[in-house]
Nanobody, 127 residues
């Protein structure tokens, strides 16, 4: 079992930046494709970004492409999401997730492909 713990959320004004972190306890993340999802009030959870096991590939939703950057430090068992130029529509609970399927090389955008989830961290962007 992999336990994921997010941190770094908070309140920020539009145009500001935040960096989210996701760490694991008891397990290395090196064998997992990692993803970030978010869920805004009254909306379904949606894919934000993903990164391959070796960090050679990343993928972003159209909504955040060019503003957010995902990265990982396997030695520290940590995945990051740098969020710049934040907009009020980025307000959501952000979740870290892990895809354990080693045979899969693609970064999946479907939340059903991910096996482990964190508890989420709140991001509020005010105008």
């Amino acid at each position: 079992q992999v336990q994921l713990v997010e941190s770094g959320g908070g309140s920020v004004q539009a145009g500001g930046s935040l960096r989210l972190s996701c760490t694991t306890s008891g397990r290395t993340i090196i064998n997992y494709t990692m993803g970030w999802f978010r869920q805004a009030p009254g909306k379904e959870r949606e894919f934000v970004s993903g990164i391959s096991r070796s960090a050679s590939s990343t993928y972003y939703s159209d909504a955040v492409n060019g503003r957010f950057t995902i990265s990982r430090d396997n030695a520290k068992n940590t995945v990051y999401l740098q969020m710049n130029s934040l907009k009020p529509e980025d307000t959501a609970v952000y979740y870290c997730s892990a895809d354990k399927n080693l045979w899969r090389t693609a970064i999946m955008t479907d939340e059903g492909a991910y096996d482990y989830w964190g508890q989420g961290t709140q991001v509020i962007v005010s105008s």
